[in-house]
């Protein structure tokens, strides 16, 4: 079968790939997939993962376990935990030290004509919710990550760096609290794209110290740099950059002006179906770019240049 | 008069200053002063201060704009907030941009005979507390700062980095909580200073991601690096050290595990006098030295060296 394995030599196409047999997981196919930072940090080295990419993904069950899976359109958690050690037992799987995570960690993804997950990762999609925008779960509960950590009041300033894939979900997501949020980025066309009552801004048109929260979703070494200028004392900056080569930084600042950070990763998928299927949150805007499974390398490629935002590969 | 100022060849013993003369604050008489490791990142060039250095002290009120205070035995507030704008407002002044910080920013210090302090900056001593207790009021208000910032619960797992003058008081303030706190540290007088309940360890002995919460107070570049291997995933770091050279930190594990840092700075000086008074924690044990104010650079010198914990200064 066919998917996109990040090898030696980077992300390449592969016709040969064997297909995925783990008798206790459901066996699932891809319906539509979504390119994340994430796999381009990945392709660059970040994780030091080879195997089938991808993680963001909505598809049908074609085995499982409990038969009454099969035939549903689903999406599902990419975090597979143990169950079983300390950390799973006091409630937060999704930092087993044992886990695998798909197509980033010991487990290939969802970028190939099948591939599987344990059943308990799985969500069924509601029938209002289209392929195209079920896609986003996996980033829109990354985005409400936010929201299950820190109390975002309707009267704090927040301030969203970056007007990529996450930054736009994040600004979304943020924008439901009631608080005024201004999303930032250089790139004209993307700050177009941020909703209606999300207030747009460049970097350098921003006061230092005004902000109550500031979310780093710039994807780049120098965005938590930009976020301690940013945040007032006392404010809190979310950290939602991860690259492969980050920039060191120095903490003397967060100690004098007593700012909270808050590292964030993946969220809630029931929450982020509920938004979808509501109509709250609308991200298929945000489509740049529709790939087949065979050009998948052709998808990575692009959604490296400024010109996409989220660019979706189409199952077989 | 008699002061210890930083000046350009570093912290000297000047016998010819001017008595200080602020119409609308209190001129106060130094008791007993306290060296603090700020002091000694002041004289590397921390914060660039040039004056009299000094901010843990404890004094008589020689003369003030309301004569109820005049002949009280106080300490105070070292941040002089300007009361006016945004950030004061905001019920944050030991923030606020305008602000001076007696001995560390824009304001001579208390290392002298006579220095100055807004009255609203001043508490009352109670009776039953010695001026050798109260001069530790100002670093156990920087300790309970971290309960101000965060809810320590009485199940979790604390460790406290570094046993010297401040670990050695968040270690005792945060074992009132009833948590599980353990003192780190190489030196084994100083481990032995911890008081009865608090667990004492090396560095070596701990488990990686073990810890709920990890407070720095190493004073030491290297120990950021040290509390992110040590806390949990979703734990807290507390991070108390400021140094004139920090070492600059990879952010990607904060988000990955999603850890808190919280930069903690000054805390409230009202419940430190009460802890004082009651008893519930004697700092006293801590002192191993004591200086005339003559000999203040001395006092300085001492504090530097690893056989000590707390060097006072004696007033004239």
């Known amino acids: 079968m066919i998917g996109l394995v990040n090898s030696e030599d980077g992300p390449r196409v592969t016709h040969a790939l064997p297909l995925p047999t783990v008798l206790a ?12 930072a994430t796999d381009l940090e990945i392709a660059k080295g970040y994780m030091g993962f080879r195997g089938v990419m991808g993680h963001e993904w909505v ?20 975090n597979c935990p143990c169950g079983a050690c300390a950390t799973c037992r006091a409630g937060r799987p999704t930092h087993c030290p044992h886990r695998t995570v798909l197509g980033i960690a010991g487990r290939d993804g969802a970028f ?52 990529g894939r996450l930054g736009q979900l994040c600004a979304r997501v943020l924008a439901l609290t009631g608080a005024e949020v201004t999303g930032v980025g250089r ?40 976020a ?14 991860t690259v492969h080569d980050p920039a060191p930084q120095l903490p003397t600042p967060w100690v004098i002006d007593e700012i909270h950070l ?3 990763r993946c969220g809630p998928f029931d929450p982020a179906l509920r938004l979808l299927a509501s109509g ?13 499974l065979e050009r998948a390398d052709e998808a990575l490629a692009a959604a490296a240049r400024r010109e996409h935002v989220k660019v979706l590969i189409a199952g077989m």
């Open 25 to 36: 997981e459901a066996t699932l196919r891809l319906s539509v997939g979504g390119v994340c």
């Open 112 to 163: 190939s004509e099948r591939f599987t997950l344990p059943v308990a990762n799985l969500h069924a999609v509601p029938d209002g919710v289209s392929d195209e925008a079920a896609v986003f779960v996996e980033p829109l509960a990354a985005a409400l990550e936010i929201l299950e950590q820190i109390h975002v009041r309707p009267s704090d300033r927040v301030v969203v760096l970056g007007t």
């Open 262 to 264: 808050v590292g964030s």
């Open 59 to 78: 598809g049908v069950v074609e085995a499982a376990p409990d038969p009454s899976w099969i035939g549903r359109r689903v999406v599902g958690d990419i």
């Open 228 to 241: 301690t200028r940013l945040v007032r004392p006392r404010g809190t900056v979310v950290l939602k950059t």
């Open 280 to 292: 709250a949150v609308d991200p298929t805007p945000l489509i740049t770019g529709r790939y087949p």
């Open 187 to 226: 790139d004209a066309t993307r700050l177009g794209m941020l909703p209606r009552g999300v207030k747009r801004a460049r970097p350098e048109e921003l006061a230092t110290s005004a902000a109550d929260i500031v979310v780093d979703s710039t994807g780049a070494p120098e965005g938590l740099e930009l």
